[in-house]
């Protein structure tokens, strides 16, 4: 229960006055009805004896039975329409914030949870689960509540009368509830076995329907091989899921032979006991409908507490990933970055990544000073970008230190040590936004147009821009509309723009002109001894 009381808080958190109301009119939705049973009570009686009876001194002939009981039927459906457009509301403001939850989740965990396939399974799960498996629980919840209060009223109702009506009626539903508890334990055993495999059939989805693989799915006709994988992983996992479904629904079918056999008793001791006098015609018809209504609640109750187990079992999926911490944090006492830099050391150096068998690097070793180009070069997999990594911390060294002006990196506020250290990677990210955004993205704190046009113009970005339909509020690629797409070469070029406009002291290039023409490669090293001049510390990453 300590999971489904976690998901009630977080709803509550989510919006205290909407869950409280929804409490309340979950509470009237499930009187009233039962009111209105009583009501119709004295309505048969006045029509079929023509005398009225009286309730809490009021006369209750034909017509002040039927006003009552009309009104307390507008008034149920009013409370309905109510309760839809706060659940509604409800609804929507717990997918934002379970959404805002996940996302500030997800970015404040470090790069080592990303290169491991666990963390995407978990991730997986939760993201499939918070859109709906929260209200899901709300509902139930509420569903409990007012299945309860339906029950206890009906069951002082049938009492009256006879004791085995109570009995017959629960146990009826006694199977149904063991075999709905052992259909969700089996449903999220078999969800969480084959994580993996939806999350196949998620990246076959994408690689058929993305932009970005468009080109090489087309021109080496890549289609039908992957439409092919999706069909097979879909299909073995229907059929199992099919499996389990035929084998409950036996089982379903003859819970509903229990429920009928019951519903038939306890009908014909009712018919028995109007026919040698003992409950007038009146009772029997609300004794009959109360032990229908019954019937429903009690399995209303059995939904509500299976359900309720089942989304138990889910939304741990969701707090399993807010609850992971990342290893990377700031130090308790860290230390302010500096504005100039002097030097950046890599000193006796060794690592390796997550669920890895072997050393990117090995006691490496590099000093590179202000007012110089350090150049890095070496093959694929030398492990030249991962020395970016450790100098911005997305990974911390397992041997040595990555010392900047002779301080321990890991001893610097994290936030400073990334705003001093410029960086374009080698897989630069396309930003489909302004172009203005996409170069202010270097220092998201201050947006200044000016400041946007020296790093375009340092990029030999400058004019291309400026020729846009809206110049640098131009929206960049075919995403969306109104968009502009690049060549390569000019997204690099607004990666490195980007870069630049963080005005860092440190500034990291990784493999900055792959995409580039000899003039624009003419133009980055031109501007790579500016800024050599103006006593920046520049590691250059190079291919051999």
């Given at each position: 229960?300590?999971?489904?009381?976690?998901?009630l808080?977080?709803?509550?958190?989510?919006?205290?006055?909407?869950?409280?109301?929804?409490?309340?009119?979950v509470?009237i939705?499930?009187?009233?009805p039962?009111?209105?049973?009583?009501?119709?009570?004295?309505?048969?009686?006045?029509?079929?004896?023509?005398?009225?009876?009286?309730?809490?001194g009021?006369?209750?002939?034909?017509?002040?039975?039927l006003?009552?009981?009309?009104?307390?039927?507008?008034?149920?459906?009013?409370?309905?329409?109510?309760?839809?457009?706060?659940?509604?509301?409800?609804?929507?403001?717990?997918?934002?914030?379970?959404s805002?939850?996940?996302?500030?989740?997800?970015?404040?965990?470090?790069?080592?949870?990303?290169?491991?396939?666990?963390y995407?399974?978990?991730?997986?799960?939760?993201?499939q689960?918070?859109?709906?498996?929260?209200?899901?629980?709300?509902n139930?919840?509420?569903?409990?509540?007012g299945?309860?209060?339906?029950?206890?009223?009906?069951?002082v109702?049938?009492?009256?009368v006879?004791?085995?009506?109570?009995?017959?009626?629960v146990?009826?539903?006694?199977?149904?509830?063991?075999?709905?508890?052992?259909?969700?334990?089996?449903i999220?055993?078999?969800?969480?076995?084959?994580?993996?495999n939806?999350?196949?059939?998620?990246?076959?989805?994408?690689?058929?329907?993305?932009?970005?693989?468009?080109?090489?799915?087309?021109?080496?006709?890549?289609?039908?091989?992957?439409?092919?994988?999706f069909?097979?992983?879909?299909?073995?996992?229907?059929?199992?899921?099919?499996?389990i479904?035929?084998?409950?629904?036996?089982?379903?079918?003859v819970?509903?032979?229990?429920?009928?056999?019951?519903?038939?008793?306890?009908?014909?001791?009712?018919?028995?006991?109007?026919?040698?006098?003992?409950?007038s015609?009146?009772?029997f018809?609300?004794?009959?409908?109360?032990?229908?209504?019954?019937?429903?609640?009690?399995?209303?109750?059995?939904?509500?507490?299976?359900?309720?187990?089942?989304n138990?079992?889910?939304?741990?999926?969701?707090?399993?990933?807010?609850?992971?911490?990342?290893?990377?944090?700031?130090?308790?006492?860290?230390?302010?970055?500096?504005?100039?830099v002097?030097?950046?050391?890599?000193?006796?150096?060794?690592f390796r990544?997550?669920?890895?068998?072997?050393?990117?690097?090995?006691?490496?070793?590099?000093?590179?000073?202000a007012?110089e180009?350090?150049?890095?070069e070496?093959?694929?997999g030398?492990?030249?970008?991962?020395?970016?990594?450790?100098?911005?911390?997305?990974?911390d060294?397992?041997?040595?230190?990555?010392?900047?002006?002779?301080?321990?990196?890991?001893?610097?506020?994290?936030?400073?040590?990334r705003?001093?250290?410029?960086?374009?990677?080698?897989?630069?990210?396309?930003?489909?936004?302004?172009?203005?955004?996409?170069?202010a993205?270097?220092?998201?704190?201050?947006?200044?147009r000016?400041?946007?046009?020296?790093a375009?113009?340092?990029a030999?970005?400058?004019?291309?821009?400026?020729?846009?339909?809206?110049?640098?509020?131009?929206?960049?690629?075919?995403?969306?509309?109104?968009?502009?797409?690049?060549?390569?070469?000019?997204?690099?070029?607004?990666?490195?723009?980007?870069?630049?406009?963080?005005?860092?002291?440190?500034l990291i290039?990784?493999?900055?002109t792959?995409?580039?023409?000899?003039?624009?490669?003419?133009?980055?090293?031109r501007?790579?001894?500016?800024?050599?001049?103006?006593?920046?510390?520049?590691?250059?990453?190079?291919?051999?």
């Open positions: 229960m300590k999971q489904i009381f976690k998901a808080d977080m709803i509550r958190q989510c919006d205290n006055r909407a869950f409280w109301l929804r409490i309340v009119y509470v939705m499930h009187v009233l039962l009111v209105n049973l009583y009501v119709l009570k004295f309505l048969i009686d006045a029509v079929s004896n023509g005398e009225p009876s009286v309730l809490l009021v006369e209750m002939n034909t017509w002040v039975s006003g009552l009981f009309s009104f307390i039927f507008l008034l149920d459906r009013i409370v309905a329409v109510l309760n839809s457009v706060n659940n509604d509301i409800m609804q929507q403001r717990l997918i934002d914030y379970i805002e939850r996940m996302q500030a989740q997800s970015a404040r965990l470090d790069m080592s949870y990303f290169d491991n396939p666990e995407h399974d978990t991730y997986h799960r939760a993201q689960e918070a859109s709906y498996r929260p209200i899901q629980i709300l139930g919840f509420m569903g409990l509540l299945s309860l209060i339906s029950i206890t009223v009906i069951m109702m049938l009492t009256s006879s004791g085995w009506i109570i009995v017959v009626m146990a009826a539903v006694v199977p149904s509830f063991v075999v709905r508890v052992i259909k969700a334990r089996k999220y055993a078999f969800r969480r076995n084959n994580t993996q939806y999350r196949r059939t998620s990246y076959y989805t994408t690689l058929l329907g993305g932009r970005d693989f468009a080109k090489e799915m087309r021109t080496f006709g890549l289609a039908p091989f992957f439409r092919e994988r069909v097979s992983v879909r299909k073995a996992l229907v059929k199992s899921l099919l499996k479904s035929k084998r409950l629904g036996v089982y379903d079918s819970c509903a032979v229990v429920e009928t056999f019951a519903l038939f008793f306890v009908t014909m001791f009712l018919i028995m006991s109007t026919k040698d006098g003992s409950i015609l009146s009772s018809v609300v004794l009959f409908e109360a032990f229908r209504r019954g019937q429903s609640q009690l399995s209303t109750l059995v939904s509500s507490i299976t359900g309720l187990y089942d138990r079992l889910f939304i741990g999926n969701l707090f399993e990933f807010l609850d992971m911490n990342p290893s990377i944090v700031n130090p308790a006492h860290p230390v302010p970055f500096p504005e100039r002097h030097t950046v050391e890599f000193r006796d150096i060794t990544y997550p669920k890895m068998d072997r050393d990117v690097l090995s006691h490496f070793n590099l000093t590179a000073r007012g180009v350090t150049q890095i070496g093959e694929n030398f492990g030249k970008t991962t020395l970016l990594k450790l100098l911005l911390r997305l990974y060294t397992d041997e040595g230190a990555v010392l900047v002006d002779g301080v321990d990196v890991r001893l610097y506020d994290l936030k400073g040590l705003h001093g250290i410029g960086a374009i990677f080698q897989d630069y990210v396309r930003f489909y936004c302004t172009a203005e955004e996409n170069i993205f270097g220092d998201i704190r201050v947006v200044d000016d400041r946007v046009k020296r375009a113009a340092l030999g970005m400058d004019g291309y821009i400026e020729r846009l339909p809206q110049g640098y509020d131009t929206m960049l690629g075919r995403m969306f509309d109104g968009g502009e797409e690049l060549s390569m070469g000019q997204w690099q070029r607004i990666a490195l723009a980007r870069q630049l406009y963080s005005d860092a002291p440190v290039f990784d493999e900055p792959a995409w580039m023409d000899v003039p624009s490669r003419d133009r980055f090293y501007t790579l001894e500016e800024l050599k001049e103006a006593g920046r510390v520049i590691i250059l990453i190079k291919h051999v």
